[in-house]
């Protein structure tokens, strides 16, 4: 049996989801001032961006919980709103991030798009039921 067809596929992606955003907020609100130093990210963008971050760790650690279709088509619908944005930000100008701004906001991107992708394949894999 591969990693992809055991049962708690799905659940350990969305628990592994839920902490990247639990960490990824932390990081982004608590050390808003010093990540916008280094980053030239605006600091209210990483402060509200890390903030947003909480909410959407417990809504998917709830879907995690009892992984219900329609819940994980919700999670997998908001990280590719996040990696969309994501980019955004890069190219609808106004901000002038330095190069490890670009590549921070590229590196949590991809991570977030690997994680959506993962939360698909374990949806397919999902009994009729659910």
Same mark, same amino acid.
Do not use: K
């Given at each position: 049996?591969?990693l992809?067809?055991?049962?708690? /596929?799905?659940? $350990?992606?969305?628990?592994?989801?839920?902490? $990247?955003?639990?960490? $990824? =907020?932390?990081?982004?609100?608590?050390?808003?001032?010093?990540?916008?130093?280094? $980053?030239?990210?605006?600091?209210?963008?990483?402060?509200?961006? =890390?903030?947003?971050?909480?909410?959407?760790?417990? /809504?998917?650690?709830?879907?995690?919980?009892?992984?219900?279709?329609?819940?994980?088509?919700?999670?997998? /619908?908001?990280?590719?709103?996040?990696v969309?944005?994501?980019?955004l930000?890069?190219?609808?100008?106004?901000?002038?991030?330095?190069?490890l =701004?670009?590549?921070?906001?590229?590196?949590?991107?991809?991570?977030?798009?690997?994680?959506?992708?993962?939360?698909?394949? =374990?949806?397919?894999?999902?009994?009729?039921?659910?």
């Amino acid at each position: 049996m591969s990693l992809l067809d055991h049962p708690r /596929f799905l659940r $350990t992606v969305l628990i592994v989801d839920a902490a $990247t955003c639990v960490a $990824t =907020g932390a990081l982004m609100s608590l050390g808003a001032g010093a990540l916008a130093g280094i $980053t030239r990210l605006p600091e209210a963008l990483l402060l509200y961006a =890390g903030l947003s971050l909480f909410p959407i760790a417990a /809504f998917i650690g709830f879907v995690a919980l009892r992984p219900i279709a329609a819940g994980v088509r919700a999670v997998v /619908f908001g990280n590719v709103g996040w990696v969309i944005g994501s980019l955004l930000v890069l190219v609808a100008g106004g901000l002038a991030p330095n190069a490890l =701004g670009v590549v921070f906001v590229v590196v949590q991107a991809a991570v977030v798009a690997v994680l959506a992708e993962l939360e698909v394949i =374990g949806l397919r894999r999902m009994p009729a039921a659910a």
